[in-house]
């Protein structure tokens, strides 16, 4: 006979957001049931943002040591990942075990459940023989899997996607990735660094597409520099395996050939399986689980988290979990709940890309009145000071009717941090006057925001 539990909240899916969720509503007093199927944690820690910069790192350090020769002496580099495969199992993964976090809920107060959770309704979940009855709320935070694209014979040529890259004990001699992509860019070069070729495959007219044509130019000059191939506009119409070797064919009837094949072109939510039908909705008709802009699926029903499709960054779902917690608990404090447009973001190619807010498009199909000012990083005064792997530019983009920042982005070194200011500046609405009037240390990469702002009128 099955089992039927009563308990406050049930969390579907324990990655980063739901995590956050159950971890806080047990702190709090609740009895929370948290459900995960994998790994505590999600895909960050374990596939993705931590054993992923770990890579970009290492690959930095290289980068930087060949850069000595005619700067400060002569050093001989030979690339070796081998330690950076231990470090990535030793050190983030723990050998892709989540018993460390497992204990982590359930030192709070929270049940763990090994499985995959199903709805049957709004307030009961289903796994194995076991049905919890929420009376407080349910949240769906199942996160996302990498997409497969409908290339012919893509099935058959055994292709890496982010989590067989990072888990990787040693690099293939030669490399194609299809997607230029943040996590598709980030993973080439850096491979390219080791000692692996590389070849790159876009489907759109530029690499980073979701990016300023700034942002796309200034990391593409320094890919091809490096000796990555680029391929943009020709999208794979085809693979197939050879031997040792996978050939991809482009649609202009170019064939490319490599070892490893790795396939990043975007995610697709985890919809499927969770008994979303039990709730009215169709699974096949949604890209994301549709909510509202307080995250409500339906009555008693919440959604964060990579699933939902508003930022697919680790520190969206953290801020996500926040407005959860606060509707569970009823409380009336205010955690931001800032628009999609204005959650900043960061791309760990070398260089780094950062950006926040509208892009220059994005702004004038808004209807805003643009101004636009753009400073070389290699212009400015940190920039020539740093010599070689200075490459980058800071592009702002501003509301002339209102004076204020509606977009920025910033590539070149630590464009990341660089990004700081910005993203406080559009998210704040900070005057342009007021941004202006303040002292900017120099010489600091920081400083070419100044310059750019001094363009703008």
Known sequence: MANEIETDVVVIGMGIGGEAVAGTLAERGLDVVGIESELVGGECPYWGCLPSKMIVRAAGLLAEARRVDGVAGTVTVEPDFGPVASRISEEATDGWNDQVAVDRFVGKGGHFVRGAG??????RVIVGDTTYVARRGVVLATGTSAFIPPVDGIGAVDAWTNREAVSAKELPQSLITLGAGAIGLELSQSFARFGTSVTVVEAQDRILPLEEPEASEAVQEVLEAEGIAVHTGQPATAVRREGDQVVATLVDGTELRADQLLVSVGRRANLHGIGLETIGID?????FLPVDDELVVTDGVW????????GLFTHSAAHQAKIVVSAILGEDEEVGRSADAFVPRATFTDPEVGSVGLSEASAREAGIDVA??????PWSARGWLHGPGNEGVIKLVADTDRQVLVGATSVGPHGGEVLGLLALAVHAEIPIPTLRSMIYAYPTFHRGIEDALNQLG
Not at 283 to 287: I, Q
């Open 283 to 287: 699974p096949d008709a949604e890209r």
């Open 372 to 377: 636009v000012a753009t400073q070389r990083v």
């Open 118 to 123: 199903r709805l049957d309704g709004p307030d």
């Open 303 to 310: 959604g964060l988290g990579d699933v939902v499709g508003k």
